[in-house]
T-cell receptor, first 113, second 112 residues
Framework: NAGVTQTPKFQVLKTGQSMTLQCAQD?????MYWYRQDPGMGLRLIYY???????DKGEVPNGYNVSRLNKREFSLRLESAAPSQTSVYFC????????????FGPGTRLTVL | GENVEQHPSTLSVQEGDSAVIKCTYS??????FPWYKQELGKGPQLIID?????GEKKDQRIAVTLNKTAKHFSLHITETQPEDSAVYFC???????????FGGGTRVLVKP
């Protein structure tokens, strides 16, 4: 099992460019999440998908969109990147949205110039 | 919403000593408290968790305690080793929804 995989590992964008971060899990988990990690601020939830076909906003959704493509894949899109979106992005998954363990991917380091 | 505060932000200990990290939370409805360890360049990994019907839980050299009345919980690492050097995050969530709220993290350095 690869667990949670994310692509790309690193990305540099110019202000206004768009891109999609990809996430996939092979653990047959129902719930998936996108977080951003900024220095001194821990991890903040951007969007989550409790189950295939549903998505909901987290704490910091502005400037992002998501797609739960199927049970395995959950993508995060930046339509018009801004310097404030420079961060490390983590995808996670859990068996369900109850009190089950969240498993994290290795992260994508994004820099917006 | 939930707010989780974590202290200290950095912690330096001598190998073999104990390390303690403390977290407080604001929402009395929270009842699940996981701790994650993040090594450099990697995603966070669950190391231990505790639920509100338990006051203490141990797993080898790590233990977590929970005081629901005071709304705080702590991570204890005994006999620290260099491989314990990492960033540790506490988190809290309610049973319904399982949206984790994370603390700001503690960078632990174990000096040999």
């Amino acid at each position: 099992n690869a667990g949670v995989t994310q692509t790309p590992k690193f990305q540099v964008l110019k202000t206004g460019q768009s891109m999609t971060l990809q996430c996939a899990q092979d653990m047959n988990h129902n719930s998936m999440y996108w977080y951003r990690q900024d220095p001194g601020m821990g991890l903040r939830l951007i969007y989550y998908s409790a189950s295939e076909g549903t998505t909901d906003k987290g704490e910091v959704p502005n400037g992002y969109n998501v797609s739960r493509l199927n049970k395995r894949e959950f993508s995060l899109r930046l339509e018009s990147a801004a310097p404030s979106q420079t961060s490390v992005y983590f995808c996670a998954s859990s068996l369900d949205q109850g009190r089950s363990t969240q498993y994290f991917g290795p992260g994508t380091r994004l820099t917006v110039l | 919403g939930e707010n989780v505060e974590q202290h200290p932000s950095t912690l330096s200990v001598q190998e073999g000593d104990s390390a303690v990290i403390k977290c407080t939370y604001s929402d009395s409805a929270s009842n699940y408290f996981p701790w994650y360890k993040q090594e450099l360049g990697k995603g966070p990994q669950l190391i231990i968790d505790i639920r509100s019907n338990v006051g203490e839980k141990k797993d080898q050299r790590i233990a977590v305690t929970l005081n629901k009345t005071a709304k705080h919980f702590s991570l204890h690492i005994t006999e620290t080793q260099p491989e314990d050097s990492a960033v540790y995050f506490c988190a809290a969530s309610q049973a319904a929804g399982n949206k984790l709220t994370f603390g700001g993290g503690t960078r632990v350095l174990v000096k040999p």
